[in-house]
T-cell receptor, first 116, second 111 residues
């Protein structure tokens, strides 16, 4: 399977706990994106990487959120001290980065987070 | 800031008819605009891209138009089928290069 994979598919946690999600992009893709999507809304941009460099972070991304892509391959998104408002689908996408302005994104199936 | 609006939250179309979905944006025009399809519990899947200087783009039963004067893109599915039922997202690309998605239109094709 050469698609984008995300793990876990579902995560249920209690408020105040920390959670970490993993994304494995398409192997030759050097750009990796994180989006968040709530019911009835389109995906909202959170952050993106060019190889291992984190180039942009949305203002939506509070200090409780951190993302890494240590070797320019897989990425992790950690949420500390989760709140009920963090409940959402967290989507990862990758792209080749060859023509940044118009390239299409390949999305994973997402991690559905429920904070109780 | 830019606002992206998709015409309606939900659209029901009889099988075999043409479904037309609308994407409107405010302020300045994007250089490109993409359309994605999203099925429940899945990530979006890329369908088509149209450039600012293109009026129309086609792919099989899909057609996208881009009118910078009206600040609008239309997405058409001709000869619609129940398998076309999904949420369709428009995603303009503005100068900062990252995709900004609309809220989506949930399309249902009724047999």
């Amino acid at each position: 399977d050469t698609g984008v994979s995300q793990d876990p598919r579902h995560k249920i946690t209690k408020r105040g706990q920390n959670v970490t999600f993993r994304c494995d992009p398409i192997s030759e893709h050097n750009r990796l994106y994180w989006y968040r999507q709530t019911l009835g809304q389109g995906p909202e941009f959170l952050t993106y990487f060019q190889n291992e460099a984190q180039l942009e972070k949305s203002r939506l991304l509070s200090d409780r959120f951190s993302a890494e892509r240590p070797k320019g391959s897989f990425s992790t998104l950690e949420i500390q001290r989760t709140e009920q408002g963090d409940s959402a689908m967290y989507l990862c996408a990758s792209s080749s980065g060859s023509q940044a302005a118009n390239e299409k994104l390949f999305f994973g199936s997402g991690t559905q987070l429920s904070v109780l | 800031s830019q606002k992206i609006e998709q015409n309606s939250e939900a659209l029901n179309i009889q099988e075999g008819k043409t479904a037309t979905l609308t994407c409107n944006y405010t302020n300045y025009s994007p250089a490109y605009l993409q359309w994605y399809r999203q099925d429940p519990g899945r990530g979006p899947v890329f369908l088509l891209l149209i450039r600012e200087n293109e009026k129309e783009k086609r792919k099989e039963r899909l057609k996208v138009t881009f009118d910078t004067t009206l600040k609008q893109s239309l997405f058409h599915i001709t000869a619609s089928q129940p398998a076309d039922s999904a949420t369709y997202l428009c995603a303009p690309i503005f100068g900062n290069e990252k995709l900004t998605f609309g809220t989506g239109t949930r399309l249902t094709i009724i047999p």
